[in-house]
């Protein structure tokens, strides 16, 4: 009879110990086949995309100040700095060239609204590629249904051109839908 380690060792502790006991049953059970990991999920992305969604922590909207970020933002490498409102049930992340639709609104450092989704009434739709790089990035972290808001700084915004607001923006966004890659 196989011990419980030999059990999870069998059945590549890829996806985590709850896949793997899901897959392999209780050690010392005769009756069950088992399963390896990487035929329930063969690329550990179901894995990889709950860790990753179990990281983020909501904050409250009310709460949360327009400027600065708070120190409980999450912060990117590239400066981008972000919190999380509500969560989705999706676990698909929009790529760099993916058309989505959100509720946004994109104020500057001193809280002036500079475009509004929400204040037209009305979603609006794009490719990632036609927004300024930090929006992008921030949108890629998100899934359908989330709510997240944004600092981005400059030098991932407008970065000075003109008739553009200048400096760190901030912009809250709803992913409402995205079409498929």
């Known amino acids: 009879m196989m011990d419980s380690m030999a059990v999870l060792r069998k059945c590549s502790l890829s996806l985590g110990l709850a896949w793997a006991l899901l897959a392999c049953g209780s050690a010392g059970s005769s009756n069950v086949e088992i399963v390896p990991a990487s035929i329930l999920d063969p690329e550990g992305v179901e894995a990889q995309e709950a860790a990753k969604r179990a990281e983020y922590k909501l904050a409250s909207k009310e709460e949360t100040p327009i400027f600065p970020?708070?120190?409980?933002?999450?912060?990117?490498?590239?400066?981008?700095n972000f919190v999380v409102f509500g969560r989705g049930e999706s676990h698909v992340h929009p790529?760099?060239?993916t058309a989505v639709t959100v509720h946004y609104e994109g104020r500057t450092a001193d809280g002036e609204v500079f475009d509004s989704s929400i204040a037209r009434g009305e979603p609006t739709s794009f490719s990632l590629e036609q927004v300024v790089p930090g929006l992008r990035e921030g949108v890629k972290l998100m899934t359908v249904g989330d709510t997240f808001r944004f600092w981005i700084p400059e030098k991932d915004a407008y970065r000075g051109a003109p008739g553009k607001p200048a400096g760190l923006l901030i912009f809250d966004v709803e992913l409402i839908d995205m079409e498929p890659e």
């Open 69 to 80: 970020a708070p120190e409980t933002a999450y912060k990117t490498d590239s400066g981008l």
């Open 95 to 97: 790529m760099s060239s």
